[in-house]
């Protein structure tokens, strides 16, 4: 979730042990895509 925040454009989600999870209210249309190789990046360097 830090990653997220800490990125350009900022990501704020909501985590737990267990996983996190985003609400999707603010965002605008195609941002989608932006949250979706946000979380690829930081998930293949795991």
Known sequence: ??????GEPRIEVF???N????NPYM???DEEQILADRI???MSAV
């Open 1 to 6: 979730a830090a990653q997220l925040a800490e």
């Open 15 to 17: 985590s737990s042990e």
């Open 40 to 42: 690829n990046e930081i």
């Open 27 to 29: 965002m605008e249309a």
């Open 19 to 22: 996983g996190f999870s985003v």
